[in-house]
Every structure is written in structure tokens, then in C-alpha cells.
């Protein structure tokens, strides 16, 4: 990480110092001096380097602080790092070819150019791997968070989108790693080909080893193009299943209408710029102007695209909340425990000698006149004198006061309850308080030009012979060795 910082910033600094020409007047310029269309594309390469250094810090940040999901981040750091390290080889070479005094068959060693271009592409094949699993991750994660939810009634993973997933990630890695290879021992038997004579190249050997290069390109291109096939389909069954299970799922929305048409129209740009630097595109009559255009239209598109990609998946890491299904803050955890029974009364039974049935009190017009059916004796009301009627409502009793209504809550148990505490008149118990409060919630998941970063395009002819480009003749059986 510290070399490539410094690569990274003297390839910021080396232009801004190649300014500088010595001699006189007459003598050649020393100075780095662009034309105005690599002028541009080296501006669009600075500005990536920043926005590059910027998402690397925050994705290693989400990467700590992404419980349950950093998996996504696990591949996009990596992702990241290598994009970065493709631009700033990127800027090298474009300080190299566009010093006017370097002569390079005798101020650079022979394999300088060469070697750049092969990390160039290397670094940019490896990055478009890794990004493409980071959001396959994502993916995974949303389909164990609905297969959580649904308590394995919906979601999970299908065995046959894993194995596209798997299928589509070995052979764009593969297929790329063995084209630039190739690529770069081609350059080392051209370049070298005076110190080792079975090194040798004839004209037929390098045109053959030209178009097995391109053929392994072309491969390449066609499976990176297929991922975006596969994202924005995976996106699109993994939304379908939340959407029958009635759940709202924030991270799939974002994936569906975000993530999936970027990625979709990355692999758009990749299969036009691939169809343009092929020799079905551009003509050799186009000139120069023309394919350092194509180039910086390459850089910006590829480059801005692969850049969204990465910064949407880093928004969804800034609240946990995204990952919870229905988009509600996860309950902090908690353990069940027995709630209180409630407080139990029981009144105590009238005192002996007193009648079952009868109020207990003492009325000014002799015995009390309210008669109840029950145990134990009971007097014939007819014998008795009547009382005045706000007797008759009244109750005398220690645990209440009077009421007009009707008997107090607290009144004495009715005769035909047995002294319980169970009375039509007593107060319902609270209900039991639930064991564990709240529903279930799952929980959160463990989870362009020549040598373009994030672009798939050959270099212009203008570039240095980073290729035994000189090694085909005017009849155009050969091609540049590089893109």
C-alpha cells in the first residue's frame, strides 16, 4: 500500500516537474507536452486517482464497521486497490510516450513499456472479478436475510445461479489473466529476441501469437460482458421473491434499480469499445485524433461507471437499518423473563353467628332486610320491618365506601361465590406480559486507450512501442501486440 502511494503520487507530481526543458532555445523540448486529447485523458486519470484514494479509505471503513455483511466490502476493497493501481500505471505511461526527448530504444530499458501496459491491464481484468463478486455478495446476503425472514419458506440460493456466478467469475478472471500473459511474453521474444536467438520471432510467428492475443481478448470480453447479464438478472429474481413474500426489502430495491442498470450499461460500454478497437471498428484512415477520442470516451465512461457501482454499494454500508428487512432498525438483543403474577385477595368470612346472605351492618329499623339464597339459615323477610329505601343500596363495610350506583368494587364476595376472590364485581386481573416482546426479526446477515482502467481498448499507435508493432509490414497481416 505505501509503494503504491508513491507510485501514485509521483505520477501526479512528474508532469508538473517534466515542465522544466534545459538548453537553449533551439535544443528539444524535455518537457512532458500532451496534445489536447491526451491532455484530457490524463486530467479524467488524476481526478479517478483522487476519487480512488477517497472510496479505498471508506470501503476499508465499511469493511470494520459492516457487521453481519462485510463480505461485499471483502471483494470491493481489493477491487479498488487494483483499479487505483491501473490508473497510476496509466498515468506513466502517458508521461512516458509523450516526453519528446526520451529516445526509447536507449533511455528506457526495452520491457518498461511493456511491463506497465501488462499491470495496466492485468490490475484493471483482476478489479472487474472482484466487483462483480461484491455484488454477487450483496445478492447472497439479501437471499439468507428473505430465506430468514420467511423462516425457509421463500428465498435461498439456487444451485444453478451459483454455478453461473461461479462459471462467469473463473473464466473472465482465467481467460484475462492468460491473454495479458501471453501478451506480455510475446513483448519479451520480440524485445529480447538479440540476447536468446530461440527467442526469435519471424513476421508469420508474431502475427499468429497477434491474433491468438486477440482471440483470448475477445473471449474475455464476451464472458465480462455476460456478468452484467447475470447481475441484472440475479437482481431482478432475488426482487421478484421479496416482492411475493409482501416484504420491502431496502438493499434489493437499491440493487434492482441502481445497481443492475449501472453494471448493465458498463458491460454495454465494454462490448462497443471492444467492437471499436477491433479491426471491424475503427479504420487505420481515421487518424490519430480519432482513436485517442475513442480513448478518452472509453476512460470516462468505463472509469465513471465502475466508480458508481462502488460508491452505491458503499452508501448502503452507512445505516445498519438497510439491512433489515421492511427497513426497521434491528431490536437491540433481549432475554425472556417471567412476568409477576398479579396480587391475590382473599376477604375473610363474615363473623360467626352472622347469617349467610344478609349485608353486614347495623340499620335503625331493626334486623337487615336484603336476602340472598345460600348456605345456613335464614330469616323470612315478611317478619322483618322494611327499611327506607337509601338502605336498600347501601353497604357498610370496612374495604369501601358507599356508592349509589351499586355495590362498591370492593364489596364483600357475593353468597353464592364462597368467599372467593373470583366476584362478578371484582377487578380483572393484568394480563401476562409476552415472554419476549416483539415479533421475530432476523438477524443481519454476515455480510480505454491503451491500457484504459476499467475500459477494454487497445493503445493508439501513438504510444510508444510498447509492441513489436514494428516487426509487421505495410501489408497488415500483424497488429499491435496491445490493445
Same mark, same amino acid.
Given at each position: 500500500?505505501?509503494?503504491?502511494? *508513491?507510485? @501514485?503520487?509521483?505520477?501526479? *507530481?512528474?508532469?508538473?516537474?517534466?515542465?522544466?526543458?534545459?538548453?537553449?532555445?533551439?535544443?528539444?523540448?524535455?518537457?512532458?507536452?500532451?496534445?489536447?486529447?491526451?491532455?484530457?485523458?490524463?486530467?479524467?486519470?488524476?481526478?479517478?486517482?483522487?476519487?480512488? /484514494?477517497?472510496?479505498?479509505?471508506?470501503?476499508?471503513?465499511?469493511?470494520?464497521?459492516? &457487521?453481519?455483511?462485510?463480505?461485499?466490502?471483502?471483494?470491493?476493497?481489493?477491487?479498488?486497490?487494483?483499479?487505483?493501481?491501473?490508473?497510476?500505471?496509466?498515468?506513466?505511461?502517458?508521461?512516458?510516450?509523450?516526453?519528446?526527448? *526520451?529516445?526509447?530504444?536507449?533511455?528506457?530499458?526495452?520491457?518498461?513499456?511493456?511491463?506497465?501496459?501488462?499491470? !495496466?491491464?492485468?490490475?484493471?481484468?483482476?478489479?472487474?472479478?472482484?466487483?462483480?463478486?461484491?455484488?454477487?455478495?450483496?445478492?447472497?446476503?439479501?437471499?439468507?436475510?428473505? &430465506?430468514?425472514?420467511?423462516?425457509?419458506?421463500?428465498?435461498?440460493?439456487?444451485?444453478?445461479?451459483?454455478?453461473?456466478?461461479?462459471?462467469?467469475?473463473?473464466?473472465?478472471?482465467?481467460?484475462?489473466?492468460?491473454?495479458?500473459?501471453?501478451?506480455?511474453?510475446?513483448?519479451?521474444?520480440? %524485445?529480447?529476441?538479440?540476447?536468446?536467438?530461440?527467442?526469435?520471432?519471424?513476421?508469420?510467428?508474431?502475427?499468429?501469437?497477434? *491474433?491468438?492475443?486477440?482471440?483470448?481478448?475477445?473471449? =474475455?470480453?464476451? =464472458?465480462?460482458?455476460?456478468?452484467?447479464?447475470?447481475?441484472?438478472?440475479?437482481?431482478?429474481? @432475488?426482487?421478484?421473491?421479496?416482492?411475493?413474500?409482501?416484504?420491502?426489502?431496502?438493499?434489493?430495491?437499491?440493487?434492482?434499480?441502481?445497481?443492475?442498470?449501472? %453494471?448493465?450499461?458498463?458491460?454495454?460500454?465494454?462490448?462497443?469499445?471492444?467492437?471499436?478497437?477491433?479491426?471491424?471498428?475503427?479504420? &487505420?484512415?481515421?487518424?490519430? +485524433?480519432?482513436?485517442?477520442?475513442?480513448?478518452?470516451?472509453?476512460?470516462?465512461?468505463?472509469?465513471?461507471?465502475?466508480?458508481?457501482?462502488?460508491?452505491? @454499494?458503499?452508501?448502503?454500508?452507512?445505516?445498519?437499518? !438497510?439491512?433489515?428487512?421492511?427497513?426497521?432498525?434491528?431490536?437491540?438483543?433481549?432475554?425472556?423473563?417471567?412476568?409477576?403474577?398479579?396480587?391475590?385477595?382473599?376477604?375473610?368470612?363474615?363473623?360467626?353467628?352472622?347469617? /349467610?346472605?344478609?349485608?353486614?351492618?347495623?340499620?335503625?329499623?331493626?334486623?337487615?332486610?336484603?336476602?340472598?339464597?345460600?348456605? $345456613?339459615?335464614?330469616?323470612?323477610?315478611?317478619?322483618?320491618?322494611?327499611?327506607?329505601?337509601?338502605?336498600?343500596?347501601?353497604?357498610?363495610?370496612?374495604?369501601?365506601?358507599?356508592?349509589?350506583?351499586?355495590?362498591?368494587?370492593?364489596?364483600?364476595?357475593?353468597? $353464592?361465590?364462597?368467599?372467593?376472590?373470583?366476584?362478578?364485581?371484582?377487578?380483572? /386481573?393484568?394480563?401476562?406480559?409476552? +415472554?419476549?416482546?416483539?415479533?421475530?426479526?432476523?438477524?443481519?446477515?454476515? %455480510?480505454?486507450?491503451?491500457?484504459?482502467?476499467?475500459?477494454?481498448?487497445?493503445?493508439?499507435?501513438?504510444?510508444?512501442?510498447?509492441?513489436?508493432?514494428?516487426?509487421?509490414?505495410?501489408?497488415?497481416?500483424?497488429? &499491435?501486440?496491445?490493445?
Amino acid at each position: 500500500m505505501f509503494s503504491f502511494a *508513491i507510485v @501514485l503520487f509521483s505520477s501526479l *507530481i512528474l508532469p508538473a516537474a517534466c515542465q522544466f526543458s534545459g538548453g537553449d532555445d533551439d535544443a528539444e523540448s524535455t518537457g512532458f507536452h500532451p496534445d489536447p486529447l491526451t491532455a484530457g485523458t490524463f486530467a479524467l486519470l488524476c481526478i479517478f486517482a483522487v476519487c480512488y /484514494s477517497v472510496l479505498i479509505i471508506w470501503t476499508f471503513v465499511a469493511l470494520v464497521t459492516s &457487521r453481519g455483511h462485510r463480505a461485499p466490502y471483502a471483494f470491493l476493497l481489493p477491487a479498488l486497490v487494483f483499479f487505483a493501481w491501473s490508473n497510476a500505471t496509466y498515468i506513466a505511461l502517458i508521461i512516458l510516450v509523450n516526453i519528446p526527448a *526520451i529516445v526509447f530504444s536507449d533511455d528506457l530499458p526495452p520491457l518498461l513499456v511493456p511491463a506497465l501496459t501488462f499491470v !495496466n491491464y492485468l490490475f484493471n481484468d483482476w478489479g472487474l472479478v472482484l466487483i462483480f463478486l461484491a455484488v454477487i455478495a450483496v445478492i447472497w446476503n439479501r437471499e439468507s436475510a428473505l &430465506r430468514a425472514a420467511t423462516e425457509g419458506k421463500s428465498g435461498g440460493h439456487h444451485p444453478a445461479l451459483i454455478a453461473v456466478h461461479a462459471t462467469l467469475a473463473a473464466l473472465v478472471f482465467i481467460l484475462g489473466t492468460a491473454a495479458e500473459g501471453y501478451n506480455m511474453e510475446t513483448n519479451v521474444r520480440y %524485445y529480447l529476441r538479440d540476447d536468446d536467438e530461440r527467442r526469435f520471432l519471424t513476421r508469420r510467428q508474431l502475427a499468429r501469437r497477434i *491474433i491468438t492475443y486477440q482471440q483470448l481478448f475477445y473471449a =474475455f470480453s464476451s =464472458f465480462a460482458i455476460l456478468m452484467g447479464v447475470d447481475v441484472i438478472v440475479s437482481a431482478t429474481l @432475488l426482487w421478484r421473491a421479496w416482492k411475493n413474500a409482501a416484504i420491502s426489502d431496502k438493499v434489493t430495491n437499491i440493487m434492482l434499480y441502481v445497481v443492475a442498470p449501472l %453494471y448493465g450499461l458498463l458491460s454495454l460500454v465494454i462490448m462497443i469499445f471492444t467492437i471499436v478497437f477491433s479491426p471491424s471498428g475503427l479504420p &487505420r484512415s481515421a487518424g490519430r +485524433a480519432a482513436f485517442e477520442s475513442a480513448s478518452l470516451a472509453n476512460v470516462l465512461l468505463a472509469t465513471g461507471l465502475l466508480l458508481a457501482v462502488a460508491t452505491t @454499494l458503499l452508501v448502503l454500508a452507512l445505516r445498519k437499518r !438497510n439491512w433489515t428487512p421492511g427497513g426497521a432498525a434491528p431490536p437491540m438483543q433481549q432475554q425472556p423473563y417471567w412476568a409477576p403474577q398479579p396480587q391475590q385477595y382473599t376477604y375473610a368470612a363474615p363473623p360467626p353467628g352472622t347469617q /349467610s346472605g344478609y349485608v353486614h351492618g347495623h340499620f335503625p329499623h331493626g334486623p337487615p332486610m336484603a336476602f340472598a339464597p345460600g348456605p $345456613g339459615p335464614a330469616v323470612d323477610p315478611t317478619l322483618a320491618p322494611q327499611a327506607p329505601p337509601a338502605a336498600r343500596n347501601s353497604y357498610a363495610y370496612a374495604s369501601g365506601p358507599s356508592t349509589p350506583q351499586g355495590p362498591s368494587p370492593y364489596a364483600p364476595p357475593r353468597p $353464592g361465590s364462597y368467599y372467593s376472590h373470583a366476584s362478578s364485581h371484582a377487578p380483572a /386481573s393484568p394480563p401476562l406480559a409476552s +415472554a419476549v416482546p416483539g415479533g421475530y426479526t432476523p438477524p443481519a446477515s454476515a %455480510y480505454g486507450g491503451a491500457a484504459s482502467p476499467g475500459g477494454y481498448s487497445p493503445p493508439s499507435s501513438s504510444q510508444g512501442p510498447s509492441t513489436p508493432a514494428a516487426a509487421c509490414g505495410e501489408d497488415g497481416t500483424a497488429s &499491435r501486440v496491445t490493445r
